[in-house]
Nanobody, 127 residues
C-alpha cells in the first residue's frame, strides 16, 4: 500500500506563492503517474495538474497553466506543486494522488484513474 501525505498549505494573500509537497511512503511511486486535485466548498473535486512517472510530461488545468508548476523527485518519493500568483478562487483543499496503472498520458486528468489519495491540505487565499 501507498500512503500519501500533503504539506505546505496555509493562508496567503492574493498574488502570493505556496509550495505544496506530497510525500509517498509504503512503496516507491517512481513508476506511477501522479497528480494534484482540489475541492472548494460546495464544489466537486477538480483536476489541477499531473505528471508522468519520469516528470517528463506534465498536464495542467487551464486555471493552473502559467501559474502552477508540478514536479517530482523520485529519489525522495515526493511530488511538488509550486503555486504562484495565487487568486482567491484558488482557495480549496488540495489533494495529491498516485495512479499505479497509469504512468503517463491524458488519463491522468481523470480522478478515477488514481488508486491512492492523500488526506488533503488547505490552501486559503485572502484578498
Amino acid at each position: 500500500q501507498v500512503q500519501l501525505v500533503e504539506s505546505g498549505g496555509g493562508l496567503v494573500q492574493v498574488g502570493g506563492s505556496l509550495r505544496l509537497s506530497c510525500a509517498a511512503s509504503g512503496r516507491t511511486v517512481s513508476s506511477y503517474g501522479m497528480g494534484w486535485f482540489r475541492q472548494a466548498p460546495g464544489k466537486e473535486r477538480e483536476f489541477v495538474a499531473a505528471l508522468s512517472w519520469s516528470g517528463g510530461s506534465t498536464y495542467y488545468a487551464g486555471s493552473a497553466k502559467g501559474r502552477f508548476t508540478i514536479s517530482r523527485d523520485n529519489a525522495r518519493n515526493t511530488m511538488y506543486l509550486q503555486m504562484n500568483s495565487l487568486k482567491s478562487e484558488d482557495t480549496a483543499v488540495y489533494y495529491c494522488a498516485a495512479a499505479s496503472r497509469v504512468s503517463t498520458g491524458g488519463w491522468l486528468l481523470d480522478p478515477r484513474r488514481y488508486d491512492y489519495w492523500g488526506q488533503g491540505t488547505q490552501v486559503t487565499v485572502s484578498s
